[in-house]
T-cell receptor, first 109, second 115 residues
Framework: KNEVEQSPQNLTAQEGEFITINCSYS?????LHWLQQHPGGGIVSLFM???GKKKHGRLIATINIQEKHSSLHITASHPRDSAVYIC???????????FGTGTSLTVIP | NAGVMQNPRHLVRRRGQEARLRCSPM?????VYWYRQLPEEGLKFMVY????????ESGMPKERFSAEFPKEGPSILRIQQVVRGDSAAYFC?????????????FGQGTRLTVV
């Protein structure tokens, strides 16, 4: 079983819709990261969370440490938001990220 | 301050050739991580290096793969005698600390195709 599970795997939305991507993890973490990857592109860090909630523009990320769960929300989605969104955790020990398999988002105009 | 720089962006090798992938970390970062993204799969950790030291190579295949981060110059991921199964995107990340509870900085990746 993967240490990090994401859902859904694929998501198609109409422009303007509110989008939620979920991430659950099964290990102790020091931080959780949401990353964005455009097709054929590099990986960009969107958020790093260890508690609570963060907001950047139309993106909101929340984390519930007790439930080992995080959500990434996109408000007023736009076609340019189409990308793969990846949840990753860094553990209290060790030197590596553990990644979810990603959620492929397509926003249709 | 340039980000994490990887080159080449795309690399095509014939089976049996060697592939060398380079990663220059962000200025001031002395910790480098290599990850592999196989087609239709998530990213997997390969190796963690500091200058002149391999700290954790638990994700590296036992044969044909090696990594270094010399005192001067970029980190190199080397794949000898490439096979079709090595075709993947290889990403490098860097950090200023030895813990990943700081923001993640990734390069654009090198997409290796073995023909």
């Amino acid at each position: 079983k993967n240490e990090v599970e994401q859902s859904p795997q694929n998501l198609t939305a109409q422009e303007g819709e509110f989008i939620t991507i979920n991430c659950s993890y099964s290990v102790g973490i020091s931080a959780l990261h949401w990353l964005q990857q455009h097709p054929g592109g590099g990986i960009v860090s969107l958020f790093m969370l260890s508690s609570g909630k963060k907001k950047h523009g139309r993106l909101i990320a929340t984390i519930n440490i007790q439930e080992k769960h995080s959500s990434l929300h996109i408000t007023a989605s736009h076609p340019r938001d189409s990308a793969v969104y990846i949840c990753a955790v860094s553990r209290n020990t060790g030197n590596q990220f553990y990644f979810g398999t990603g959620t492929s988002l397509t926003v249709i105009p | 301050n340039a980000g994490v720089m990887q080159n080449p962006r795309h690399l095509v090798r014939r089976r049996g050739q060697e592939a060398r992938l380079r990663c220059s970390p962000m200025k001031g970062h002395s910790h480098v991580y290599w990850y592999r993204q196989l087609p239709e799969e998530g990213l997997k950790f390969m190796v963690y290096l500091q200058k002149e030291n391999i700290i954790d190579e638990s994700g590296m295949p036992k044969e044909r793969f090696s990594a270094e981060f010399p005192k001067e110059g970029p980190s190199i991921l080397r794949i000898q005698q490439v096979v079709r199964g090595d075709s993947a995107a290889y990403f490098c990340a860097s950090s200023p600390l030895n813990r990943l509870n700081t923001e993640a900085f990734f390069g654009q990746g090198t997409r290796l195709t073995v023909v």
